[in-house]
């Protein structure tokens, strides 16, 4: 298995651009979580899927982000407008109850 | 007061030395997570514990639910150990997961 996959490694946007971030989780992997990692605020938990059910999305900074799980292979993270605060590497994980937790090696965006 | 705390922030170390890290919380909880972030930006998780003890290779975690605590060793440290390792936390009750600040480990050939 090639681990989880997230695209694309690099984004740079403009601000109020629209962004949408890719993961593709291990297959057989039941759960999937999106984070967030700055400088000033270290690693966030957004949003935890289930099933491909939003369990959580306390961690969802604001309505301009939103999170989508359309099936067991596939999850977006979209930000719009996107807005320089958002600046971040976001990293996608996925795991089998608490067993094989695997994360992704992550999207820095960079919103100027 | 962090709802996790990590200690020590920053440790250097010579390699072959045995390291602990610490964690303590205040919440209570359903699990604890111990994540390894290597240099370069991609995190390993490492543990996921409720009670006890884990082992895998050099790296031992334990918890001790009672005292809100855990602890990471890693025996025979070696460089390749440097990373910056965090501790987080799933909340009972409401799913919550709370990150430690990490520790900064450093160990010199």
């Not at chain 2, 390993?44 to 006890?52: D, K, N, P, Q, R």
Request: glycine fraction near 8%; charged fraction near 20%.
């Amino acid at each position: 298995d090639a681990g989880v996959i997230q695209s694309p490694r690099h984004e740079v946007t403009e601000m109020g651009q629209e962004v949408t971030l890719r993961c593709k989780p291990i297959s057989g992997h039941n759960s999937l979580f999106w984070y967030r990692q700055t400088m000033m605020r270290g690693l966030e938990l957004l949003i935890y899927f289930n099933n491909n059910v939003p369990i959580d999305d306390s961690g969802m900074p604001e309505d301009r982000f939103s999170a989508k799980m359309p099936n067991a292979s596939f999850s977006t993270l979209k930000i719009q407008p996107s807005e320089p605060r958002d600046s971040a590497v976001y990293f996608c994980a996925s795991s089998f109850g608490d067993d094989g937790y695997t994360f992704g090696s992550g999207t820095r965006l960079t919103v100027v | 007061k962090n709802e996790v705390e990590q200690s020590p922030q920053n440790l250097t170390a010579q390699e072959g030395e045995f390291i602990t890290i610490n964690c303590s919380y205040s919440v209570g909880i359903s699990a604890l997570h111990w994540l390894q972030q290597h240099p370069g930006g991609g995190i390993v998780s490492l543990f996921m514990l409720s009670s006890g003890k884990k082992k895998h290779g050099r790296l031992i975690a334990t918890i001790n639910i009672q005292e809100k605590h855990s602890s990471l060793h890693i025996t025979a440290s070696h460089p390749r150990d440097s990373a910056v390792y965090i501790c987080a936390v799933h909340t009972s009750g409401t799913y919550k997961y709370i990150f430690g600040t990490g520790t900064r480990l450093k160990v010199l050939a």
